[in-house]
């Protein structure tokens, strides 16, 4: 491993310079560490890197020098000291939970929390004892309010899906800091490249690495990054104990999705930001929600925040599902599926799938509408996605 790398280098750099693995055959490219155990000279070396007393790698649920190499990057960029990967996003949630709560800890969150973090909160942790309570997402006298003495965690997406709302994470770490209580953001909207909220006072990171990091569709996994006690001891200790750990082959994919990410996230943003301009000037289109727009209610909290306002897109169209459903079956480039951060664009009626499960009244309350359609921009020419969001708004 090549352990040089300046803290102070760009998104860019970081992304693909920080921690490139290297073996003994001086290789350009990362290569990848398929092995399950790691062997050793004799009995007593065993003894010493089993006991930590000398470096080494033991076996990949908890020491591989692929996963490492990603863990370090994304660290880096995130400005963090320590990361642990994990299976998948949902992964990354449970073990930083399972790490850092115990039985009677109460958590404050926002009731736009991506659905299956809502269901792991609702009906998984809550049978270990853990106690949720949800709050509108901008509202932060509302976040405090919630807050009781066994509040250890508060825990932030922003932006959220669809409907993109902020929260502003600088106000959310004082209060947090004020009442004891950590604060986690989920991160996976934006990425290290877009926002870093370990610098505006955040205390721990997730990601799903399916997302953006990947950037194009193939693996699923997680990360969690923050201090060197909490996650390079606690969530480590939970990982070598319990286990829901990333594949060295999937962390190489995310190794060398960082070297493109900074590029990548540009020109989501810009074709998210073009995309959403000329959405705003379609008559049949009732209403865009996008930071980048300033018609946005949170504009001026995602200038100060982001440094770009990402790729998701929602906008509301006139004639309810009917015609949300008509614009989505005119598409014959999009991908009708719910994922995001991948270079094929993708459309979703979040009222009929991601929010289906959930009551009318509920959804009402949250703003998710009929006529509501989610876009999660991808990396095809703009003129093209106008093109066929177009064919259907016409119709
Ligand atoms: C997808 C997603 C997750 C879950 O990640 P998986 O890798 O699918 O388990 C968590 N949070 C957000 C915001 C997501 O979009």
Redesign the pocket.
């Known amino acids: 491993m090549n352990e040089f790398f300046d803290p102070d280098w760009g998104s860019a750099t970081l992304g693909v310079r920080a921690a490139e693995p290297r073996t003994g055959n001086r290789e350009h490219s990362a290569s990848i560490s398929m092995t399950s155990s790691y062997v050793f000279e004799s009995a007593a070396q065993a003894a010493a890197v089993f006991a930590g007393s000398e470096p080494g790698y033991i076996y990949s649920r908890f020491t591989n020098p692929t996963t490492e190499a990603f863990e370090k990057r994304l660290a880096a960029m995130e400005g963090g000291e320590s990361c642990v990967a994990t299976a ?4 990354a ?1 449970l073990t930083l939970c399972l790490s850092l709560l115990r039985q009677g800890d109460h958590v404050v969150t926002s009731s736009g929390l ?1 659905g ?2 809502i269901n792991l909160f609702n009906n998984v942790l809550s049978r270990f004892g853990i106690e949720v309570s949800y709050v509108a997402q901008g509202d932060l006298a509302g976040w405090e309010q919630a807050v009781r003495p066994s509040t250890r965690l508060l825990f932030a ?1 922003t932006p959220t ?1 669809p409907l993109v709302e902020l929260v502003d994470i600088a106000a959310l770490a004082d209060i947090a800091h004020r009442h004891g209580a950590l604060l986690c953001v ?1 991160n ?2 934006l990425t290290p490249v877009l926002q870093q909220p370990l610098k505006l006072g955040a205390d721990l990171v997730i990601h ?4 953006y990091i990947d950037g194009q569709g193939r693996c ?3 990360a969690i990054v923050g201090d060197a006690q909490r996650v390079g001891k606690d969530v480590f200790g939970f990982m070598r104990t319990a286990g829901p750990c990333l594949s060295p082959f999937n962390a190489w994919v995310f190794l060398k999705g960082l070297e493109t990410l900074a590029a990548r996230m540009k020109a989501h943003c810009e074709n998210a930001h073009g995309l959403a301009e000329w959405l705003s000037e379609q008559p049949t289109v009732k209403r865009v929600f996008y930071p980048g727009l300033h018609t946005h209610p949170q504009h001026a909290l995602a200038q100060r925040q982001q440094k770009g306002y990402g790729a998701v897109v929602a906008f509301e169209v006139e004639g309810g599902r009917e015609a949300a459903w008509k614009v989505i079956d005119a598409t014959r480039l999009i991908s009708i599926t719910a994922n ?1 951060g991948d270079t094929r664009t993708t459309i979703t009626h979040p009222a009929s799938t991601t929010h289906g499960r959930i009551s009318a009244e509920a959804r009402a309350h949250a703003g998710i509408g009929e006529g509501l359609l989610r876009v999660a921009v991808g990396l095809e020419d703009l003129r093209d996605l106008t093109a066929d969001l177009g064919r259907g708004l016409r119709l």
């Open positions: 998948s996003g949902m992964a949630v991506f299956s973090t997406e899906n989920d996976c909207f799903s690495a399916t997302k699923v996994g997680g995001l």
